[in-house]
């Protein structure tokens, strides 16, 4: 595997991990409140989602990979889209209980009972920006790509 010219090789071995992380026994889970809905998540379908949406980068880029603009556009794609997900995965195993969860409404006067929830929220937002981010860079590596090589003359031999 060559890390260096081939960056997007990273894609193909964290969807690996993910899928085999996905088999070890856990009881951890996400949940989610959506209005009057609540969700409960386990961890094992969100390991088995990342690894699915790695494997997808991974094509993307074995199918695409001849043509892309930058190898450094390629780089910030895969930086920007791991390792915010190790960070979520991390911030999300360490605060899967709901011990210290606040289980009523606030005032705004006891904001600071809650305070270190919506710091979390916020880490969660900012990582899930920097993931679409990267996704948009992989985006303009691509069409920049096609559009380079449909502006370079075409030479016979």
Not at 108 to 136: D, H, M, S
Request: contains cysteine; charged residues 15%.
């Amino acid at each position: 595997m060559k890390i260096k010219s081939r960056p997007y090789e990273l894609f193909g071995l964290c969807a690996l991990l993910a899928f085999l992380i996905s088999f070890l026994p856990t009881n951890a889970s996400i949940d989610y409140n959506s209005h009057d809905t609540y969700f409960v998540i386990s961890m094992r379908y969100v390991y088995r989602l990342s690894a699915a949406i790695f494997l997808f980068e991974w094509l993307l880029y074995f199918c695409f990979g001849n043509i892309l603009l930058s190898k450094k556009l390629t780089w910030a794609h895969v930086i920007l889209t791991i390792l915010p997900v190790v960070v979520l995965f991390t911030a999300i195993l360490d605060s899967s209980s709901l011990s210290g969860i606040p289980r009523r409404y606030y005032s705004f006067t006891e904001f600071e009972n809650i305070k270190p929830w919506y710091r979390k929220g916020i880490l969660c937002g900012i990582l899930l920006g920097a993931i679409v981010l990267g996704q948009l860079i992989f985006l303009v590596n691509i069409v920049g790509g096609v559009v380079k090589r449909a502006s370079k003359p075409v030479t016979t031999a």
